[in-house]
């Protein structure tokens, strides 16, 4: 495999604050950013995401673990001199400069000729959509355009790496959306690698190559978007990113790839075991989301329209690759694009389904009351202790 952009092994830093308590911030945490990847530190606030962040600018000495970019280790590398920038929640923009002054600081600061630094403030301006407001100062510039300055300034040098901490956090939702695409564009044009730090899973979801899920100093599970979303490896990453429906259970048995759960009332569900950690005879949950669950009537025409249909296919008889559930529908709220049902399973089964309106209006919707069933996917859900 080629040397990955940044390395982070086995890392831990703790602080110990003003009551002499020791904060283990970042808990052995290992990751391995590619080379041009754009790749998110997700986690919920205080989960070690910024620590993580500053101990690769090298603003934080490593407690214990390194750090390494394009394979060199650089423990005692000051910030400065490491082919990182870092792009901050507040933008730290100089008030008093100019936008081009701005944009030009670290130039200069490398003594780079004030002719060459203004010409490359200037195309770096351009490249975050900005020509024409190098006179300004910092004041006269909307929230949006503060951010794209403070982006300029940190890919006038070309970094190797750019470590962006919650750069769109201070922009309004609108704003955010636009230049959330444009942050994107903008990195795959320059081929920089990001490493992006959120608490929006959205965000999360929709910019990076890869996602680490941060929990409590801890790196839960790395992987491709539709990984962490899909195949969720615990508990917390199903719960933390999008809306999940976990159904207790014991985990009975293991079928190959697959878990046997047994709930309170005996009625058993299959699910691939996702958690390594999930032990026969423990204590389990079958973790599937509420849009890959399929509601059908058990009575009235509904019901007999879809027997029929099932009867005249080509296959017939109970489906082993389906999950199935029994029960009734409590509440039914018609939300546009998709009705969102509350399911009473029975025995302190509850599920939320989202059933996407393909009719018009509420003339599809299922009435509060109707005998159900809910079916999914046995591959669509997950056992996670
Ligand atoms: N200098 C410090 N001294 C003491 N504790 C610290 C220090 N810096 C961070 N911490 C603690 O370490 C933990 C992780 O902080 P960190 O700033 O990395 O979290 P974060 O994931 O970036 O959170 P947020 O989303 O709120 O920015 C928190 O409990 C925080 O209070
Ligand atoms: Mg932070």
């Not at 080629?2 to 290992?30: I, M, Q, W, Y």
């Not at 920089?192 to 790196?219: C, N, P, W």
């Not at 009575?299 to 009867?311: C, K, N, V, Y």
């Not at 393909?358 to 919707?365: C, I, K, Y």
């Amino acid at each position: 495999m080629a040397t990955p952009a940044v390395e982070v092994r086995r890392l831990t830093k703790e602080f110990v604050d003003r009551r002499g308590h020791v904060v283990r911030a970042v808990d052995d945490v290992s990751l391995a950013v590619r080379e041009g990847e754009f790749f998110a530190l997700l986690g919920p606030s205080g989960c070690g995401k910024t620590t993580t962040l500053r101990a690769i600018a090298g603003f934080e000495d490593p407690t214990s673990g390194e750090v390494l970019l394009r394979g060199r280790p650089v423990q005692g590398v000051p910030p400065f001199h490491r082919p990182v920038n870092t792009v901050f929640q507040d933008y730290a923009l100089f008030p008093h400069m100019t936008v081009r002054q701005n944009v030009m600081f670290g130039l200069r600061m490398a003594r780079v000729a004030a002719d060459e630094a203004r010409r490359r403030a200037d195309e770096a301006l351009d490249l975050v959509h900005l020509p024409g407001v190098g006179e300004r100062r910092p004041g006269q510039l909307s929230g949006g355009q503060r951010q794209r300055v403070a982006l300029a300034r940190a890919l006038v040098n070309r970094p190797a790496v750019l470590l962006l901490d919650e750069p769109l956090g201070a922009l309004d939702l609108k704003l955010r959306k636009a230049m959330q695409y444009e942050l994107k564009q903008l990195q795959q044009q320059v081929g920089i690698t990001f490493v992006y730090v959120t608490h929006d899973q959205e965000e999360a979801l929709t910019m990076a190559d890869r996602i680490a899920v941060m929990s409590a100093g801890k790196a839960l599970q790395v992987g491709p978007p539709d990984a962490v979303y899909e195949r969720p490896s615990s508990r917390f990453v199903a719960d933390f990113i999008g809306e999940t429906n976990f159904i207790d259970g014991v985990l009975e048995a293991r079928e190959g790839a697959l878990g046997i759960v047994r709930l309170a009332d005996g009625r058993t569900l299959r699910a691939p075991l996702r958690d390594p950690d999930a032990a026969v005879a423990g204590a389990v949950a079958v973790a599937v989301r509420p849009e890959k669950i399929d509601l059908a009537p058990t009575s009235g025409p509904a019901a007999q329209a879809r027997r029929d249909a099932a009867a005249s296919g080509p296959t017939g008889g109970p489906d082993m690759r389906l999950s199935e559930l029994r029960g009734r529908v409590v509440e039914a709220h018609y939300i546009g694009t998709d009705t969102r049902y509350r399911i009473d399973g029975g025995d302190g089964v509850a599920l939320v389904v989202r059933v996407q309106n393909q009719l018009a209006g509420f003339e599809g919707m299922l009435p509060r009351g109707t005998e159900v069933v809910a079916r999914w996917r046995v591959d669509h859900a997950s056992v996670l202790a």
